[in-house]
């Protein structure tokens, strides 16, 4: 007998942005950041991209939590251009410059990712 499950087909990369974008919705109270008021399914939203490698993708400083309007305004201009972002940039100042100088690409090994996950899904719990 063969079972498939979902959760094998994850790899640890993917599975440490999950912990990462969960860490940062408990951060901000699950609370859409450009407006507060909006309600509504929350995501996880990604300052510098995924797709711009590094292990940045799994840092909750580079998530920060969007309902699922604004997170589909933002689009892909979001991750293009998140410095013509105003009110991203005057609720955290600093932040796009901070997170630009911690980005690195080197490639990332899979034991870096399975610690990233294990300290997310530990601090997570508790
Ligand atoms: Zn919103």
Avoid at 20 to 39: F, G
Wanted: glycine share 6%.
């Amino acid at each position: 007998m063969f079972i498939v499950r979902r959760e094998v087909a994850k790899t640890i990369r993917t599975k440490a942005i999950d912990q990462a974008k969960l860490r940062a919705k408990e951060r901000d109270s699950y609370t859409c950041q450009k407006n507060p008021n909006h309600t509504g399914q929350m995501h996880g939203s990604h300052i510098i991209p995924v797709g711009a490698g590094g292990i940045i993708a799994a840092d909750p400083d580079n998530i920060i939590t969007l309902c699922a309007s604004c997170h589909k305004l933002a689009g892909d201009s979001w991750h293009e251009a998140p410095l013509e972002q105003q009110w991203f940039h005057k609720k955290f100042p600093g932040r796009y410059d901070r997170l630009k100088a911690k980005h690195e690409t080197r490639p990332i090994k899979k034991y870096e990712w399975q610690e990233i996950y294990d300290k997310l899904k530990v601090e997570n719990e508790t």
